[in-house]
């Protein structure tokens, strides 16, 4: 899709309402990741850290909606987080995606833009997220934004048994 003037962009706050449209994008997210079998989340697992209490205290994620002429394209899923050296508060983008047919509309910049909107209104230090090496579209994108790679850090995880291991160590 190209950007023409005739296209109308909204990025919106997600609803209770758009839980199902919200696992819908997840799992094309994980088909365009070629990662399908791991997007498991549930309704009710959205809904709870949405819009519920997800760690008792409250929504634990937020979640803006990208549409073009109405229709939802993209979304964007982030959370707070904390920089000690900064010393503020900053923004997790967890994920970011546009359907392909919508992409080049402009869709992922607004979406981002709203982002640094957000950002910028909470005093935030910083935004930051984590690409698959693989995904030049994307890192041509952020990059072309302003973004730069933090290559000398090495994301680690722990999952599951490996979790539940060291919790009753």
């Not at 994980?30 to 079998?37: G, N, W």
């Not at 549409?67 to 993209?74: A, E, N, R, T, Y």
């Not at 910083?126 to 041509?140: C, F, H, Y």
Request: hydrophobic share 45%.
């Amino acid at each position: 899709m190209t950007s023409t003037p005739s296209h109308s962009l909204t990025i919106r706050p997600a609803t209770r309402d758009d839980v199902p449209l919200i696992l819908s994008l997840i799992r094309e997210l994980a088909e365009y990741e070629k990662a399908p079998q791991d997007a498991k989340a549930t309704p009710a697992d959205i809904e709870q850290n949405l819009f519920g209490e997800g760690f008792g205290r409250g929504p634990v994620v937020e979640c803006l909606i990208g549409l073009i002429d109405d229709v939802p394209q993209g979304f964007a899923i982030f959370f707070p987080n904390f920089s000690t050296w900064v010393g503020r508060s900053g923004i997790y983008l967890e994920d970011l995606f546009v359907r392909p047919a919508a992409r080049g509309s402009g869709l992922g910049k607004a979406l981002l833009r709203e982002i640094a909107r957000i950002a910028v209104a909470r005093n935030c230090g910083r935004v930051e997220w984590s690409v698959l090496d693989w995904n030049t579209p994307a890192i041509g994108f952020y990059k072309s934004l302003g973004a730069v790679a933090m290559d000398e850090w090495t994301v680690y995880r722990m999952t599951g048994d490996a979790v539940k291991r060291l919790a009753q160590s």
